[in-house]
């Protein structure tokens, strides 16, 4: 059975559940999440993910990417895309922003960015991710500013939106 996932309006107020191909199909609003994962140096650590994925095979994403579930918080998201991605366990993470974008044409999501610092050793979902890359700050700006490096669209926005760029993120208060 498909994941389900709440259905919100574009203010977040929850109006209903539908399936991920239910709302990519109509372009209804959900929610999703995202952590900006960070080494003790501070450089950010971008996944790689993988060639099996659906949306940006191969592509450069933000540390963790994932959908809501149904029912589920967007910090309980964060601690199971942590978990189902990287393979960590609770970090301490620090809410940043809450924001609505269309990640691409009819895929419309209210998102949260969280941020964390981890020092360990990863145990990645190679179904998920292939590996994960530190860049620091003059390396995320190339990477953005290169229209021909691959960046999944979304990730892209958000990193210009980190950089201070021009960027499709639009903060919901």
Same mark, same amino acid.
């Not at 942590?82 to 620090?94: A, H, V």
């Given at each position: 059975? /498909?994941? =389900?996932? $709440?259905?919100?309006?574009?203010?977040? =107020? =929850?109006?209903?559940?539908? %399936?991920?191909?239910?709302?990519?199909?109509?372009?209804? +609003?959900?929610?999703?999440?995202?952590?900006?994962?960070?080494?003790?140096?501070? @450089?950010?650590?971008? @996944?790689?993910?993988?060639?099996? #994925?659906? %949306?940006?095979?191969?592509?450069?994403?933000?540390?963790?990417?994932?959908?809501? #579930?149904?029912?589920?918080?967007?910090?309980?998201?964060?601690?199971?895309?942590?978990?189902?991605?990287?393979?960590?366990?609770?970090?301490?993470?620090? +809410?940043?922003? #809450?924001?609505?974008?269309?990640?691409?044409?009819?895929?419309?999501?209210?998102?949260?960015?969280?941020?964390? %610092?981890? $020092?360990? =050793?990863? #145990?990645?979902?190679?179904?998920?991710?292939?590996?994960?890359?530190?860049?620091?700050?003059?390396?995320?700006?190339?990477?953005?500013?290169? @229209?021909?490096?691959?960046?999944?669209?979304?990730?892209? @926005?958000?990193?210009? +939106?980190?950089?201070?760029?021009?960027?499709?993120? /639009?903060?919901?208060?």
């Amino acid at each position: 059975m /498909e994941e =389900k996932v $709440d259905v919100v309006d574009r203010n977040d =107020k =929850k109006v209903g559940t539908a %399936t991920r191909w239910e709302v990519h199909r109509s372009g209804a +609003w959900h929610r999703g999440i995202h952590i900006l994962v960070f080494d003790p140096g501070g @450089q950010m650590l971008l @996944q790689r993910r993988s060639a099996k #994925k659906a %949306t940006s095979p191969g592509a450069l994403d933000l540390s963790v990417s994932e959908h809501a #579930k149904a029912g589920e918080s967007f910090e309980e998201a964060a601690f199971r895309g942590l978990r189902e991605e990287l393979g960590i366990g609770r970090i301490p993470l620090t +809410w940043v922003l #809450k924001f609505r974008m269309a990640y691409a044409p009819e895929d419309n999501m209210i998102s949260t960015i969280y941020r964390a %610092t981890f $020092d360990g =050793k990863f #145990k990645l979902d190679p179904a998920e991710v292939e590996e994960v890359v530190p860049f620091d700050r003059p390396m995320l700006r190339e990477l953005v500013d290169d @229209q021909d490096s691959e960046v999944a669209p979304w990730a892209r @926005q958000i990193l210009r +939106w980190y950089l201070k760029l021009p960027t499709a993120v /639009e903060e919901v208060k």
